[in-house]
């Protein structure tokens, strides 16, 4: 009888234990699924999102040159950059957009008499970009996925743009903001260090570029060659590409008829770039330049024995590379008469 009384309250210990937490625990795990599926669905619908530019607000705070703002006392800028026209990515938590304009970007750090505080730095800039109008696109770690998606688009050969304007884009936190404005848009990025040392900072401050290149007819060539031995062309491409732009085409229709005219004459086609960037690479993309106006003018009937391409990289250039302007002159292709 003991032995049976003993067997019946532990048989109701365990039905009672199984009764009361069973459901309790199915409740949790409900709530915790769930919660999870909300928070996917609110991810994907954030990252479907793209942006529409006439929902952000106009500033009529004026900005005329970048940086617009000054340092809070006890920083400087370490390194910078300034570019008269040029594009760097900005991610807006979905997708990279790529603003072409005037550019500015630098590496933030402390002076010597003053500590770092990260903090302190984001807060001053942070409140500074929202007084001129900024409104916040995006801020948190930028996906690698994305990052390694758009360098493989828009290869990065350009050591100043790569660590001043995206620091340790990625690895540490990043914030973008655009200033809309009836003109145009300002676009800023921070990035934070790796080390808790620094702060990248990248602006574009849109416009149109400026066409300056004119176009040399077939018979100012000939007559170029005829006095200098070479032709000096400046023709657009893709940044860091070799694919020509088709405001370019003109000029390259022009070499055309200037062969298509003198049956005899025969031309080495060579291609220059600036200092920016790595030397191999340079010599390399100057190659492939050259190379695209010898495809372009063989498909348009001129033998290929009558052409030869060249590249000669940084290693002759026009002026020195002490500004954007020389640069500019620098990256060049020339066309040199062959015998």
Not at 54 to 63: A, L, M, V
Not at 69 to 93: A, D, M, Q, V
Not at 288 to 295: C, L, Q
Request: glycine share 6%; hydrophobic share 30%; net charge negative.
């Amino acid at each position: 009888m003991k032995k049976f009384f003993l067997l019946a309250i532990l048989g109701l210990s365990l039905f009672s234990c199984k009764k009361d937490t069973t459901p309790e625990n199915k409740n949790n795990s409900e709530i915790e699924v769930a919660t999870e599926t909300l928070e996917q669905k609110s991810s994907n619908e954030n990252n479907s999102k793209t942006l529409d530019l006439t929902q952000i607000p106009i500033s009529t705070f004026p900005i005329t040159q970048i940086p617009f703002f000054s340092l809070p006392t006890g920083y400087k800028y370490s390194h910078e950059e300034k570019r008269n026209y040029e594009s760097i990515r900005f991610w807006t938590g979905s997708s990279f957009e790529m603003p072409e304009g005037e550019l500015f970007c630098g590496r933030i750090s402390n002076d010597k008499d003053h500590s770092y505080s990260g903090l302190e730095l984001f807060k001053n800039l942070d409140q500074i970009f929202k007084d001129a109008g900024a409104v916040t696109l995006f801020e948190g770690k930028v996906p690698q996925e994305a990052i390694t998606q758009n360098e493989e688009k828009y290869p990065i050969s350009d050591y100043g743009i790569k660590s001043n304007a995206y620091g340790f884009q990625g690895f540490a936190k990043t914030w973008t903001y655009i200033i809309r404005q009836d003109n145009q848009n300002i676009w800023l990025q921070l990035n934070e260090s790796d080390d808790n040392a620094s702060l990248h900072v990248a602006i574009i401050k849109t416009k149109a570029v400026a066409i300056t290149s004119q176009l040399i007819k077939a018979d100012e060539m000939k007559l170029s060659l005829e006095q200098n031995g070479l032709v000096t062309l400046y023709i657009n491409y893709e940044t860091n590409k070799s694919d020509i732009q088709p405001e370019a085409k003109p000029t390259l229709e022009e070499i055309f008829k200037l062969l298509k005219e003198n049956p005899s004459l025969k031309l080495s086609i060579e291609g220059h770039t600036d200092n920016s960037g790595d030397k191999k690479y340079n010599f390399e993309l100057s190659e492939a330049r050259a190379k695209s106006i010898v495809a372009y003018l063989t498909q348009r009937g001129i033998s290929s024995e009558r052409l030869q391409s060249k590249g000669y990289g940084d290693t002759k250039p026009l002026q020195e590379n002490t500004s954007e302007d020389n640069k500019a002159l620098n990256r060049r292709v020339e066309l040199r008469k062959i015998g």
